[in-house]
């Protein structure tokens, strides 16, 4: 009974540890719980990488169209600065202040 009883002890003491190693596996600092969020981050940081490469490149043409076309530069000239050529006819919209009676 003494050599059962010691083997019952050790089985225990091993099954013990074995679940210590497991728990310090999946919930530690560098276990596989924290592993799973550094992934799942990286990939997100890899989606925002594309789109700011997407939207370097939109500006590099952009640049490239302005150093180059003359209509680019007219054209941001006009929406942006509201710039207008020569010869152009301007329309000012003016809005009145004059209250509607509610529809019924």
């Not at 560098?30 to 550094?38: H, V």
């Not at 490149?57 to 952009?62: A, I, K, W």
């Amino acid at each position: 009974m003494n050599i059962n009883s010691n083997y019952q002890k050790t089985i225990l003491l091993s099954l013990g540890f074995f679940m210590l190693l497991i728990i310090m596996a999946v919930f530690h600092e560098n276990g596989i719980l924290n592993a799973y969020r550094f992934e799942q981050e990286q990939v997100k940081m890899k989606e925002g990488n594309e789109g700011l490469k997407q939207q370097n490149d939109l500006l590099r043409q952009e640049i490239t169209a302005l150093k180059s076309d003359p209509y680019a530069i007219e054209k941001i000239a006009r929406e942006k600065l509201n710039l207008a050529k020569t010869g152009d006819l301007i329309y000012r919209i003016v809005s009145t202040q004059s209250k509607l009676p509610p529809i019924k």
